[in-house]
């Protein structure tokens, strides 16, 4: 385990501070020169060549190349070096586990996708989350001795700083990042699983450099995750983002939050199966009903099959949700201004036929001049956001503390 990452050859805040900076420039901005970075750090080029040289020795970067330059100088490059340190994301999602390993410079080098796992709020279901966890890392072999961080999405309300989870795994009086600490002897953090996918999208997906993004997870809840100027916005204590609690309706359904008449009542992939459901029993027709032995067993997924097959009456409720999720989104737009909307989440695996309802109910209730500002587009990620996510969280945690 490499517990002190950059403690190995220095004692400095100071200087610890300057070599985190130039992670973090290389991680945002990619390779560069000294010359560069100093410009962009604002330091002089001697003390960059310096610290340079220790990242290097310490194996952290490296040199890639020369580039020409107008003055006929050839400055090197210097950039991240893959193999120098690996991080490990866990995305927990409503019944699979998904894990994956990370190199340096954000490449995802192993990955396990669909790992069955029901979650529940016991103590086995945790230590069956541990054991999943354990197997993953005893794969990855020699590499396992490289992992500097780990991450795991839960979702609902977490706090990563204090490592609290008060929706999921809130059975203990320590801090459920501590306990795994101990368990998997790596460092680990949590975060909210629509913050680590909205992450995901910014630093590998569909945002291209816009800076303030919303991105919002229509999956079988409804959150959103902010990115302003380029970080992760968390609130007082982590719980920004509960879009889908929004108190929305007046109507008498009642949220598993314990209120009635949230916005994911009725704009989720929960009340979209509820209405197909309500449909069915009313008699109407829908190939699900050939698709799935048992009515009652109907899935998110089969529902979004279907759409895809062009079911008639899954196109019309989807279009129906699509609708009122945008009419909130025209006011989240109103209230951020930001530069880009993502819609991830499952229910984009549908998004031939959610994201036109979407659009025409923003064109129709958000502010004119503020709704031209905005691009409103699809995860491009897909299902891969969250996991991703988790290995960036895990990565930026390190050179942000
Ligand atoms: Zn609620």
Request: with cysteine; aromatic share 8%.
């Amino acid at each position: 385990m490499v517990k002190n990452f950059f403690l190995k050859s220095d004692k400095s805040p100071k200087n610890i501070q300057i070599k985190k900076d130039i992670i973090t420039h290389f991680i945002t901005s990619g390779n560069d020169t000294i010359a560069e970075l100093a410009k962009e750090l604002d330091l002089s080029v001697p003390t960059v060549t310096k610290f340079i040289a220790e990242l290097t020795d310490q194996g952290l970067i490296d040199e890639f190349g020369k580039i020409h330059t107008a003055g006929g100088r050839h400055p090197s490059v210097y950039g991240l070096k893959p193999s120098s340190a690996y991080f490990l994301g866990v995305d927990m999602t409503r019944h699979h586990l998904n894990i994956a390993l990370m190199d340096f410079t954000g490449n995802i080098v192993s990955n396990e996708m669909g790992i069955n796992y029901i979650y529940q709020n016991t103590t086995e279901s945790f230590d069956e989350l541990c054991d999943h966890i354990q197997n993953f890392i005893d794969k990855t072999g020699d590499l396992k001795q490289k992992i500097v961080n780990i991450n795991l999405n839960i979702s609902g309300r977490v706090n990563p700083e204090s490592g609290y989870s008060y929706s999921s795994f809130y059975f203990s009086e320590h801090p459920v990042s501590e306990t795994l600490t101990n368990k998997l002897n790596y460092r680990v953090g949590i975060d909210n699983d629509t913050r680590a996918m909205a992450y995901g999208e910014y630093m590998k997906g569909v945002v291209d450099g816009e800076q303030n993004v919303i991105f919002v997870n229509v999956s079988w809840g409804l959150g959103i995750g902010i990115i302003i100027e380029g970080k992760p916005y968390y609130g007082k204590s982590g719980f920004s983002g509960e879009f889908g609690h929004f108190p929305t309706f007046d109507n008498e359904i009642l949220c598993h939050c314990g209120k009635k008449g949230c916005l994911e009542t009725e704009a989720s992939g929960l009340a979209i199966h509820r209405m197909i459901l309500d449909r069915v029993a009313k008699g109407e027709s829908t190939i699900l009903t050939e698709m799935v032995e048992n009515i009652n067993t109907l899935t998110l997924t089969d529902i979004i099959k279907a759409t895809n097959m062009e079911d008639p009456l899954c196109i019309e409720i989807m279009e129906e949700v699509g609708y009122k999720l945008g009419k909130y989104i025209a006011g989240l737009i109103n209230i951020f201004n930001p530069d880009l909307v993502v819609i991830g989440g499952q229910v984009a695996d549908a998004e031939g036929f959610i994201m036109l309802p979407i659009r025409s109910a923003i064109r129709k209730y958000s502010l004119n001049l503020v709704n031209k500002d905005t691009r409103v587009v699809a995860s491009k990620l897909k299902n891969k956001a969250g996991i991703i996510g988790a290995c960036m969280i895990a990565r930026s945690r390190v050179f942000t503390e």
